[in-house]
């Protein structure tokens, strides 16, 4: 039997020691900026994307140190996507993770920026950084630009960047089932979908199976979403590390609010269910895989 | 002689018609971030970049279309960043290329969202697009690569978003001569430093000719820059399309300001010279990129 907390904690120190090695100091110049990135990429994330990704990679055969830049990527990407979402023109959202937001620390210029600084980085660190595998395969340099498109896609104006702009214009309206599954989908879904099918690419995984790993993230994704809702309405804010009840005040529909409290608990758990059944013919390398998509379920903050 | 006025149209059409193709239309889903997108895209920009781009995949004996992906990126990448920096959070400006900034017609949120989607979109082309040439060579896939890489660290932290951290804290201050220098080797430099790389990556260019024409880049992105500051001095609204006097009002510290105008004229024609010196090795093939040189000290708006 795997057991799945130390294996989270030693992926996620994994994550945390390459982003580090990967990213400029402190005190670089000019100051400002990387003391802003730093203070959101630290903040005490569940680096839930990109353990996905390393999963992923194992799932398939392949070394979790060869999804490190994939893994960095997509965590930079989510930190860039959170800055950005609690600006006071966004969200106007003052803590997050149980710190006050960038914007509230750096002001909102070095708060935009620091974004595009990690959305850009993101994009530097996949297509170049050296995994801690010191003997790159002739077809990694493939992989990578196969991976810095999925990643863009995914991210983009029809992705991560898309459902916000959706979830934006649909607060204080009444919203409709298919409206609130495309802003799941594409806000959040998007982004957990990729990590899993990076990680199977730089893992070099089969075309087949980086399709059932994209599958796998797509599911586990929505079910992390609705769980984020039920948090939303049933945390407070010191669990939670950011303020509760907030969709309910920003009048933006949710999970809950749309089907119940109980149908969205059991959609999770079914959504977590499936996604465990689609990697059972991985075996044990999927295994980590499965243990994630329950802990997506049962968490609590 | 070459008709240089025909070239720098031609090849802006080309420009234009290969980002148009690989951008969602107008009303695509969600419209109001496609609108904002092709808004200031399409808001008559010179596409001196991606023009610097192809010229410079022409000089290594490449076809121009083989730069067109790269291109297109740089030429997101810069609207990108005029749309964030007119952010009231930024330089707080409401008229660009004669038009109305982006956020004072879409809003705040959007015009971030529409920065990050084309920042983010940038590397998506880079990284699939077809050029025209429907025969990709096998290294075209490693010139991407490359290509991407060297793009995300020109427009990153230690970049042009670096130069306008830098620009934006020493607003009000006096500034010396470096940090001035400084400025405009991130924030305009590094991406027409760029600009030229990336087109002698993608026309199959030799690493000397690549660094080479990094350093025509280099010349006339700081060229340009003090062309900028002067036309800010000397220019009115209606022949620049933008706020005039706007570095004066902001207490930007500017090469006119700093040097004098004389000195600054003087300076930018020494940028300019020295440039086509660089480039005069490669015979007819770098005469476009003489003759940009040229235009950017001349031009007027």
Known sequence: ?????????????????????????EDAFPPSIHRAIRYSLFAGGKRLRPVLALASAEAVGGR???ALPAAAALEMIH???????????????????GKPTSHVVFGEAIAILAGDALLTHAFHV????????????????ERRLRAVSLLAEAAGMNG?????????????RGVDEKTLD???????????????????????????QIETLGGFGREVGLAFQIVDDLLDV???AATLGKSAGKDLK??????????????????????????????????????????LARRIVDRSS
Chains 1, 2 share one sequence.
Request: include cysteine; aromatic fraction near 4%.
């Open 126 to 141: 996949l297509a170049t950084a050296a995994s801690t595998n010191g003997t790159p395969e002739t077809s990694e340099g």
């Open 250 to 291: 920003a009048g933006k529909a949710t999970y809950p609010s749309v089907h119940g409290l109980e149908n969205a608990r059991s959609r999770a758990r079914t959504l977590a269910q499936r996604a465990s059944d689609l990697v059972a013919p991985f075996g044990p390398a999927g295994e980590p895989l499965v243990c």
């Open 182 to 208: 495309q802003i799941h989908q594409k806000k959040t879904g998007a982004l957990m979908e990729v990590a899993a099918r990076l990680g199977a690419v730089m893992g070099g995984g089969e075309d087949d």
């Open 234 to 236: 049933e945390g407070d």
């Open 1 to 25: 039997m795997l057991d799945f907390d130390r294996y989270l904690a030693e992926r996620a120190r994994e994550v945390e020691s390459f982003l580090d090695r990967n990213l400029p100091t």
């Open 160 to 172: 991560m960047i898309g459902g916000q702009v959706i979830d934006i214009e649909s607060q204080g």
């Open 64 to 66: 979790a140190e060869d």
């Open 79 to 97: 930190t860039y996507s959170l800055i950005h979402d609690d600006l006071p023109a966004m969200d106007n959202d003052d803590l997050r993770r």
